[in-house]
C-alpha cells in the first residue's frame, strides 16, 4: 500500500477531530474522501502531510512507519497537496509559487514542470509575474493545482479542488486529475461534489463527525442508498 | 574585633533598620547600584566600628517620583525603620518629602541638589550631603567668565534635574558677561555626540558640561579630538571620574576631593573597589549620608535612649563630623544643607591625573 | 420584519453522529475548552455566578479590604494597582476591543495629569489656578478625550503597526515637551509640585484610605460603563472593526468615526486616571509617564487577557501586587521563588511516583554533593544561606554556598538558563533526569545570587520577567481572556 | 429543466432601474479588469452574474459597494449617483454584500455578527447605551427581533442554540450561511452574493438556491448572485449576465445565455443540456428524488 | 560647506548603525509578524561581548594580538554568540505562542527585555564599559578630506553596512533559504505544507537577526565607546522607528528608514539644536508616514476581495 492510516485518531488542542480512521490507498488509484461539512476530511488530509500529528494510530507510507515523521520528509517519499482554500503565498509572485511547489528538489531543472503546468493552464504563463494574492479566485486555484503538479508527487492530495472555479474549468479539473491519476499518480481527492467525483474515483470513503461510515467501490457508493440519504440529502 | 562590655550592651540595644531608595534598575541603574553599594560599604564597616546592629533595606525608585512615593510608604509603615538614605533625585525628593514630614522620619540624599528642597520649607526632615546648585554655579561661572575667558561658549545640559537646573543659573550669569551662550540638551542615554561636536564654533573655546555620567563626556570629548575641536570641557560634579573621564586640558568642579586620593580613604577605596570593581562619584556622598545616619543612631544608643525616629532626627541635626569620607567636615544648617558647602576644582593633566586648583 | 417569524418547529439537537451534521464539533469545542481537573471544576463554577454578581462581589471586596487592619504602605499598593486597573480599561477599548495599537497612551494619562495639575497649583500664576475638582476633572477628561481625537486622526490613514509608531512618537513627544521644551511653563525635570487634593463641595479627600476608596470607586464605575458599552451598538462596533474593518464598512459601520471614538474614549479613561493620580501624588514629573510606565500598562491588559474587562483589572491587580507589595520584600520573594518551583512541578509533573522520584532525587543528589564539596574544601560550602526561617533550616546542609558566592553564583545563573532552555528542547525520560540539577541549580543560584540583599531589586525584575514569559507560555489568551483567532489578512 | 419564477425580460424602458452601471471601467495597472460595463437591474429582479474565473464578477460587486472606485463610468442606485461614496454609505443606502472569501467577524458571536450590521439603521449614542436609555432600548429590542427573524431564514441550520458561538467554531458552509444573515441585517433593498453555494454540497446548494428565492418572495430583495454552479443559476435567475475579461457577452434568460457559443466557449465548456443533467444536482439526477424528501 | 559634510558624514554612520539594528528587527518581522522589542537588547549583549573581548585579549591599551585579528574575533563572536541567544529565545518564548493573538508575543517580548536588561545588570554590574577604542584604533588612521574627517571605525560601519544589507537582499531574493523565508511569512501552514522546515527557517532568520543587533552592538561599542545595560531600549525604538518609516518588512526599507533617521537627528542638531532634536525628527517622520502610509519603500498591504 502507498498510503495507510491505521486507527488514526487526531485532536485539535482539547479537541478531538477523528476518531479511529483507517483508510488505504493503493499504488496509482484515485481514492477520494466525502463527508459533510466539518466532518474531518480536511484534517485528514492534513494528518497524511503530517502537518497535525495524530494523537494514537499509525501512518503508513509504502508500509513504513511515518507517523512521528516531519512534513518535509514525507514530502521527500513523494507527496503534494492541493491545499483547501488554496493557500498561495499572496505576495509572491505566480512563478514563484509553482517554485515553491518543487523546494525539496534540490538542483534540478524546473523548465520541464513549468511547461507542463503553463500547457494545463496557459492563464499561468500569462500571469506569472502577477503577484498571487491578486488572482481571481479561479486563477488562485489553477496555481495551486499547478504548484501541487511541480513536485511530480507519487501520492496527489486535493482538498476541494475545483471549489470557486468555473464549469469549464470544473471538467477540465477532473480531466487533468484523471490525467494524473492515468499517469501513475495516486490520488486522494475530497470533494464536495460526490457524484462527479465518484464518476472517475475507484473507491471512496466517507467520513461523518470525525469516524468513516462508508467505504467501497465507486460504483457500490454510487448506488448506495446509504450515501444517497447520508450524504446527498437528508 | 573588641569584646568591652559597653561594646556589647549596645549592640544589644542598638539593633535597628534603615532605608535606602535609589533607581537600583532601569535606565540609570549605574547610578543608583554605586548608591547601594556605598551605602551598603557605610552600614558594614560602621556597625563593625560602633557595635550597632543596623540592617539596610533597599527600595528601587527607577527615579521616578510615583515609584518612590511608594517605597517611602513602605518604609514609613515600617515601624523598625528609623531614618532614609536617599532617594536620589529632586524631584523624587519633592514627592516624598511630606511623607517624611508626617512620619518624623529622617532622610538624606547624596545627589539631589535643587536648591529649592531645602528652601521651601516643605521638607523639614530632609537632609543632604552635597551642596546645592546655587553654590556650584555661580561658582563656575565666574571662574569660566574670568580665568578662561571665552568669547563664545557652548554648555549642554543631560536633561536631568540637576543639570537643566545648574544650567539655567549659570546662563544668566554668561549673559550677563556678555558671553554667546548656545544652550544644547542630550539626554543620558546618548551615546553619539559627533553631530553635536561638528557644531563647535571655533570662537566656542569652551564647552560646559554639567553632566553625571563620566563615560559620556570621555565620549565627548574623543568626538572633538576626532573632529579637530580645540574647545576645553568644563565639566561639574559628575563628570569627576579619573580613569573614565580623562580629556587632558579638561576642568571639573566637584563637590569633595577624589576619595581614590585622600590619604585617610584609601583603605576604604581599596574595599570597594574590591567588592564592587570600580566606582565613580555618586558612591560616597551616600556613603557619608549613610555613615551620618549610622553615627547618630549610634550616638543616641550610646545616649542610653532607643534608636526612635524622633530621637535620629534630632541626633542627625545636631551631627558635627570634623572629617568625612569627603575630605571635609560635614554639618547641617538649620534647612539640612551642608555647611560651608565647599568645592574644588580640578584640572586634568595629559596623562589623565587630576590636578587640584584654586578656584 | 417581524412577519418573517417562520413557524419552523424548534431547533433540536440531533442524536449521534449524522453525516453533514457540525453540531458536535462546536458543542464539543465548548465542553473542552475548559481547563482540566479542578482548575476547570473552578473555572465553570466562577462561570455559573453571572458577570454582574461577580463584579458587585469583587466591589465589595475591594471596600472591604481597608478595614482589614491594612498599612498606608498595602493601601498606596493598592492604589497604584487600581490606577494602572483604571488605565488598563481605558486600554482595553482602544487595544483589545478596537484593535488600536496605541503606543502613546500612556501620554494621555500624563495629560490628564498635567491638566489636573496645572489648573490645581501654583504653576500657571503667582497665586495660582485652583478650580473646584467637580469643574476641573470633567474638564480634564473632556480635554484629554479631544486629544485622543486628534491623536487617533492618522488611524484613519494608517492601520496596524504604522499607527504603532506614530502613536509611539506622540508618546514620546509628550515626553520632550514636558521634561525639555516647554520646561518653564510645565516644571521640566521637577515637573509640578504642591497640586491639590481633591476638593469641591467644603469636602477634601487627604488621606490614602479616601483615595483608596475613591479609585475603587471610579475602576468599579468604569467596569460598569465598559460593561454596558461592550455589548451596545458602539460596542460591537469596535469588536467589528478589530476582525475586518472592511467587512465592518460593508455593513454600515463607519469605520473611522468608530476608530476615533475608540481612541478619543481609551483617552478619556486615561485622562481620569491622570487626575487622580495627580491629586493623590501631590507633586508630578515627566518620569512618571515614560514608556516604561506604558509597558506596565500592555503588560496588565495582555495578562489579563485583551479584550477582558475582568482581565484588565485583574491583571493590573496580579501584576501590581505581585511587583510592589510580595516582591518589595527579600523574604516574600525567597518564598515566591520556592513556592514557583514546587508549583510547576506539582502541576507539571505527573503522575505522582515522577514527582516522587524527582523529588527524592534531588534531595540525594544535593545531600551527596554537599558532602562531596565540603570534603574537597570547606571554604566551598562555608557561605551563609540568603533565605531565612524554615527554607533556611531545610536547606542547610544541602546547598552548597561558597564563601566567595560571587563569580560561582553568576556562573550558576548562566548555568541555569541554559539547562532551562536545555529543558524546553527534550522530553520523556532525559527531561526528568535533567530536572534534578536544574532543580538543585535553582536553589544554588538563588542562595548564591538572586536571593543576595544586594540583588533584591535587580532579582524583583527578573522574577517578574520569568512571570511574564511563562504566563504568556501557559496561557496565551491570557488570565481571564478568551481564544481568539485572528483573521490573516 | 428548472424553470425561472418569473419570465426573463429586459428591463423596460420607461421604468426606472434600482440599480444601473453606466460604462463601468477599472484597470489594475495593465490589467482591464472591466471594460464599458452596462447593467440594469430592476426591482425585485434576481440577476445571475456568470463568467470564467477572473472575468471581473467580483470586481463588479467591489465597485458597486465602494471598496474600489472605478476609473470611468458611473453606478446609479435608486436615482443617485453613488460612485465615490465610501463603503459604509453605499451600505446604508440600501446595498448589502457577501464576500467570496468569507470575512466573518469571526471572534464575535452569530447572533453580535448580525447585530453589528445593524450600525447604520439606529442611532444610539454610547452615552444612551451607556444610561440605558429609552432610545437605546428600543433599538436593541427591535435589533433581537431583526435578528431572530433573519436567523430563522436558516431554520436548523442556525438554530438558536448556537448565536451565542463564536463565528469561528462554525462550518464553512455556517460561516457562507451566516454572512448572508449578516447582509440581510442591514435591511437592504439589493443583496449581492459572491457565490454563496461554494464548498456546499448538492443538498446544501439547492437550500440555497430556494433560499435565494425566498429573499426575494418574502423580503422584496433585488438580487444580483454570482456563481459558478448552473444548478442555481437556473434555478433562480430572472436574468443572466455573462461577464469575460470585463466585457458583457451576453445577457438573457438562463437558456439564452447558457447556449450562447461565446458563453459555451469561454465558460460552461459544454453544452448546458449535458451539464444540467449531470450526475449530483436536484436538476434531474438520479438523486434528486433525495434531495426533495425532507 | 564643510559643516554641512561633516554633520553628512556623522549622520550617515549613525544611520548606518540604526539601519543595521533595524534590519534585524525588520526580518524578524516580515517572517513572524512580531514587533520583537527585545532586540534592542540583543544589541547591548553584543556590546558586552565586545568589551569582554577587548578585556581578554589585554585591554585596549595593551592587546597582545593585532588589531584586525580583534575585531574580526569580536564581530565574529558578538554575532555567533547574540545569534545563538536569539534562537534560544524564539525556541523558548515565542515559539510556543506562534498561534496565539499577535498581541501576546509582545508581552513575552517585554517579558524578555526585561530579562535581559537585569540579568545583565547582575552579572555585568551597573557600570558604564568603556571600549577605549582610540587605544587601538587612532582617530588619524581614517581619511581626511579638506576639514572633513572620517575615522576608520566610521568606515568600517559603513562599509560593513552596506555589504550586509546586499548581502541579505540577495540571501532574501536568490537563495532558497530567501524564498523559504518568504514562503514562511506568507503563510506559515502552507510553507509547511510544501515541504519548508519552517522552523528551521525561522530559527534561521531569528539568528541572522539576533547576530546583526550583536554586529551592531559591538560597532556601537567601537564608535561610542561606551556599554551599559539599557543601552537597548533606546536602540530597539530606533529601530522601531526605522523599521516602520522605512517599510517594515523591507530590508532597503530598514536601511533607508535608518539612514533618514540618522541624517535627520544629525542635521537637526548641526542647524538648529539638540533640544528640539527627537521633537522634530518624530515631527518629520509623522509627515513621511502621512504621505506614505506603507512606510517610504513599504509595499501597501494588498486586499484582493
Ligand atoms: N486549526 C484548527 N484548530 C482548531 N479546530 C480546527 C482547526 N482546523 C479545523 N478545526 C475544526 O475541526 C473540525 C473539522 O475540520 P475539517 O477542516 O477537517 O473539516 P472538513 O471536513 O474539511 O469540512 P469542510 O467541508 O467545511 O471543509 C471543524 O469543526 C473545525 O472547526
Ligand atoms: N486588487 C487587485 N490588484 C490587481 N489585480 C486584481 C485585483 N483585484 C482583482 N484583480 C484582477 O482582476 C481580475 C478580475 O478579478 P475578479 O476577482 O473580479 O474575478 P472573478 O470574476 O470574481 O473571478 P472568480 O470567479 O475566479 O472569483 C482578475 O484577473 C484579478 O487578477
Ligand atoms: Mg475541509
Ligand atoms: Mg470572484
Redesign the interface.
Known sequence: MLLSLDKVTTYY?????LEGISLQVGEGELVCLL?????GKSTTLKTV?G?VTPRSGRVLLDDKDVTGW???Q???RGI??V?E?R??????TVR?NL???A??RHREKLDDDFDRVHALFP?LLERRNQ?A???????Q??VAMG?ALM?RPRLLLMD?PS??????????NFQIISEVHQSGVAVLVVE?????AL?IADRGY?L????I?LTGSAAEL?RSEDL??????? | GSSSPSGSAAAKSCTTTIGMEGPLTGPVASLGQEQLHFAELAVANDNKANHTKISLVQGDTQLNPADATTVTKEFVSNSKMVAVVGPAGSQEVEAVGPLFARAGMAFISGSATDPSLTTSGKNPTFFRTVSNDNVQGPQDAHYIINTLKPKALMIVDDEESYSTDLVSIMIPIFKAAGIKVDHESVSQSVTDFSSLVAKITPAETVVVLPWQIAANAQQFGRDMAQEHKKAVIFGTDGLYSPGTFEIAGSYVSSFGPDIHTIPADASLVAQAQAKYGSFGTFGPPVYAATHVVDEAIAAVCKGGHAPTRANVLAAIKKTNESTSILGKPISFTAHGDPKNGQFFLFKINSKGTYNNIPY | MSQLATDEPAPVAPAG??????E??AR??QR??YLPSWLGGTERLVEKVGWWPRLGLAAAAGLVLPLLHVGQFQLQVGIDSLVLALLALGLNVTVGWAGLLDLGYVAFFGFGAYGFALVSSDQLSAQGVHWPAYFSIPVVVVATGLLGLLVGLPSRRLSGDYLAIITLFFGEAFYEITNTVASSKLGGEDGIVGIDPIRGFGVQLLSTEQYYYLMVIFVVGAMIVLRLLEFSRTGRSWRAIRDDPLAASAMTISVDKVKLMAFAFGAMVAGLAGTEFAAQQVSIAPTDFTTQYLIMIYACLILGGAGSIGGAVAGALVLNVVLDGILRNPTYTGYLFYGLIVIALLVKLRPWRRLALVAGSTIVFGYALHAIAAAISHSWVSGSLQSGGWIASALRGWVIVPASATGPGDWGFVLLICMLIALAQVHGRTRTLLLVPTIYLAAFTWETLLGTPTNASITRYIIIAVVLIVMMIARPQGLLGTRRVEVPT | MTAPSQPASPPQEGQQPLLALDKLSLG?GGLRALADLDLQVRDREIVSM??????GK?TVFNVITGIYRPTAGDVRFAGGSIVGRPPHIIARHGIARTF??LRLFMNMSVLENVLAATYGSTRASPVESVLRLPRHRREERQNRVLAHDILAFFGQRLAGYRWDQPAYSL????RRRLEIARALATKPKLLLLD?PA???????THEITELIGRLRDELDLTILVIE?D?HVVAGCSDRVLALDHGVKIAEGGFDTVASHPAVVE?????DPEA?AA???GPGG???QG????? | MSFFLQELVNGVTTGALYALIALGFSMVYGVLKLLNFAHGDLYMVGGYIGFFIIRWFGGAAKLFIPVPLLVTIMFVAAAVVVGGLGVAMERFAYRPLRNAPRIAPLITAIGISFFLENAALLLFGAQYRVYNTPDFISYSSGIQIGSVSIDSVQIMVLVMGLFIMIGLQQLINRT?LG??M??V???R?????????VNFTIAAVFFLGSALAGVAGVMAGLLFNTVYNTIGFLAGLKAFTAAVVGGIGSIPGAMLGGLMIGIAESFITGYISSIYVDLIVFGILIVVMLVRPTGLLG?AQ?Q?V
Open positions: 488542542g482539547q479537541m478531538r477531530i463527508g459533510g461539512n466539518a466532518s502531510l502537518v516531519p512534513v518535509p514525507r514530502i521527500a503534494a497537496i491545499p482554500n493557500r498561495l503565498f499572496g505576495q509572491m514563484e517554485e515553491m511547489g523546494v525539496l492563464r503577484l494574492g491578486t488572482l481571481s479566485g479561479g486563477e486555484q489553477m504548484r513536485s476541494e471549489m470557486g472555479l468555473s464549469p469549464a474549468l470544473v471538467q477540465q464536495q461534489n460526490a457524484a462527479m464518476s466517507v461523518s463527525t470525525g469516524e461510515v454510487l444517497k440519504r447520508a450524504y446527498l440529502g437528508r | 453522529p449524522q453525516v453533514g451534521a457540525d458536535w464539533v464539543q469545542a473542552r475548552e | 489594475f456568470i463568467g470564467p474565473n477572473g472575468a467580483s467570496q472569501s462550518s464553512y458552509a455556517n457565490e461554494a464548498g456546499m454540497n448538492p443538498t446544501e459558478h448552473m469561454a465558460y460552461l465548456g459544454r451539464l449531470e450526475p449530483g439526477s438520479p438523486t433525495g434531495t426533495k424528501d425532507r | 532558497k524564498k523559504q518568504r514562503a511569512a506568507a503563510d501552514e502552507a510553507a509547511e505544507m510544501f515541504g519548508i522546515n509595499r494588498l484582493k
